[in-house]
């Protein structure tokens, strides 16, 4: 059974940092995406980031670009979001999903990714 499951969670004041991870079990695609989505108040789920296993690749949405960084430990099978410069804009529930990949990019529609976690809130005051 695959399981999903975020931690890191919290509240912070904007211009704070916050690391969500994401611990992976009973999943054994050796190719796959892994990402990072949020929804806000009142907006429509977005992805955050992307990681594709089999090379590493990364990348991100706009609006975090410079700010987060995803990153994956296959040894411990999880997949961090180092978070930096909050921003209130940043206030959402977060996710992680994982799915197959499929040529050339990880997608960034959350319909193509099987498993998700249940999120763990981030909250940025300003």
């Known amino acids: 059974q695959v399981q999903l499951v975020e931690s890191g969670g919290g509240s912070v004041q904007a211009g704070g940092s916050l690391r969500l991870s994401c611990g992976v079990s009973?999943?054994?695609?050796?190719?796959?995406?892994m990402a990072w989505f949020r929804q806000g108040p009142e907006k429509k789920r977005e992805g955050v980031a992307t990681?594709?296993?089999?090379?590493?690749?990364?990348y991100y949405a706009n609006s975090v670009k410079g700010r987060f960084t995803i990153s994956r430990d296959s040894a411990k099978n999880t997949m961090d979001l180092q978070m930096n410069d909050l921003k209130p804009d940043d206030t959402a529930m977060y996710y992680c999903?994982?799915?197959?990949?499929?040529?050339?990019?990880?997608?960034?529609?959350?319909?193509?990714?099987?498993?998700w976690g249940r999120g763990t809130q981030v909250t940025v005051s300003s």
């Open positions: 990681l594709t296993t089999h090379d590493g690749s990364t």
């Open positions: 009973g999943y054994t695609v050796s190719r796959n995406c």
């Open positions: 999903a994982i799915g197959p990949y499929r040529w050339p990019l990880c997608s960034w529609l959350g319909d193509e990714y099987d498993y």
